[in-house]
């Protein structure tokens, strides 16, 4: 299956005159699952952007950001919060550990299943 990819620029709308944050819309090449949407909101929140109030709905995503210097920074930032959920980065380093099945070893003989 093909890595998701962001596949329209980001639109962004202010919330209101004084508010110093924005909400951004953009489409995925496909539907995310539930573990791929927690990496990206854990990278979305620990960025400068301090993302928060990720909704995904289908291949539609909103979240709100703090207003960036530019579109280019915007695109940037969220091209790279893709990233790190494609390659199951945790926010804070290093991979998460994927499942291994667990082996049970009966008591009294040791090196045997």
């Known amino acids: 299956?093909?890595?998701?990819?962001?596949?329209?620029e980001p639109t962004f709308a202010r919330r209101g005159l004084l508010d110093s944050r924005v909400c951004v819309r953009f489409k995925l090449n496909r539907e995310p699952d539930g573990k791929w949407i927690g990496l990206f909101k854990a990278h979305a929140a620990f960025s400068?952007?301090?993302?928060?109030?990720?909704?995904?709905?289908?291949?539609?995503?909103?979240?709100?950001v703090a207003k960036p210097s530019?579109?280019?920074?915007?695109?940037?930032?969220l091209d790279c919060f893709i990233e790190c959920a494609n390659l199951g980065l945790r926010s804070f380093g290093g991979r998460v550990p994927e499942?291994?099945?667990?082996?049970?070893?009966?008591?009294?003989?040791?090196?045997?299943?």
Do not use: D, H, W, Y
């Open 1 to 8: 299956m093909p890595a998701i990819q962001r596949i329209s």
């Open 48 to 64: 400068v952007l301090a993302a928060a109030n990720a909704v995904f709905s289908g291949s539609e995503v909103s979240i709100e």
């Open 99 to 113: 499942r291994r099945s667990r082996v049970f070893r009966r008591p009294g003989l040791p090196g045997r299943v």
């Open 70 to 77: 530019g579109v280019a920074e915007l695109a940037t930032a």
